[in-house]
T-cell receptor
Framework: KNQVEQSPQSLIILEGKNCTLQ??????????LRWYKQDTGRGPVSLTI?????NTKSNGRYTATLDADTKQSSLHITASQLSDSASYIC??????FGAGTRLTVKP | EPEVTQTPSHQVTQMGQEVILRCVPI?????FYWYRQILGQKVEFLVS????????KSEIFDDQFSVERPDGSNFTLKIRSTKLEDSAMYFC???????????FGPGTRLLVL
């Protein structure tokens, strides 16, 4: 059973709109939770890092939240751009990867 | 900006052959990782390496796999006898220390025929 589940599997939004991606995990305890952006055929690129005690972390238009009680994290993308089209991956403790959310931003 | 580099970018090999994938992590980084991603699937952790020894490994990382840091810059992944199911993109990554940004390399696409 996968310990990191992401939803939705895919998402299409219009340029300029906001969106929120979800990550539910069962790993406990854990040290850190990361969000990555991965373009097709490329290596993942770090967006945010949170320790188990942090609730929120921002990086430009990306804001990640973490609720350790419900074991949920979210990634909010503000004012989406065409270049945001990619897969977004949630990772717990550098070892447990979600399957990712495939985001497509359309003009 | 410093980056993780990997060679080769692509490798095609015959089943049963040995392959060595090479990585040059960012200098002064202390933690090193190998991951793989089968086409269309999620990234999977293989092994982490710190202070010249394996710190964690997954069940995928069986006796056919080994890692080495032969000098101060290179970090290699060896697959002794490749199988068809080893076909994947292999990513190397490194972290300076602690819970800091993890940098991934561009990957090596391995195809086993």
């Amino acid at each position: 059973k996968n310990q990191v589940e992401q939803s939705p599997q895919s998402l299409i939004i219009l340029e300029g709109k906001n969106c929120t991606l979800q990550c539910n995990y069962t790993v406990s305890p854990f040290s850190n939770l990361r969000w990555y952006k991965q373009d097709t055929g490329r290596g993942p690129v770090s967006l945010t890092i949170m320790t188990f005690s942090e609730n929120t972390k921002s990086n430009g238009r990306y804001t990640a939240t973490l609720d350790a009680d419900t074991k949920q994290s979210s990634l909010h993308i503000t004012a989406s751009q065409l270049s945001d089209s990619a897969s977004y991956i949630c990772v717990v403790d550098d070892m447990r990867f979600g399957a990712g959310t495939r985001l497509t931003v359309k003009p | 900006e410093p980056e993780v580099t990997q060679t080769p970018s692509h490798q095609v090999t015959q089943m049963g052959q040995e392959v060595i994938l090479r990585c040059v992590p960012i200098s002064n980084h202390l933690y090193f990782y190998w991951y793989r991603q089968i086409l269309g699937q999620k990234v999977e952790f293989l092994v982490s390496f710190y202070n010249n020894e394996i710190s964690e490994k997954s069940e995928i990382f069986d006796d056919q796999f080994s890692v080495e840091r032969p000098d101060g810059s290179n970090f290699t992944l060896k697959i002794r006898s490749t199988k068809l199911e080893d076909s994947a993109m292999y990513f190397c990554a490194s972290i300076a220390f602690g819970i800091q940004t993890q940098y991934f390399g561009p990957g090596t696409r391995l195809l086993v025929l």
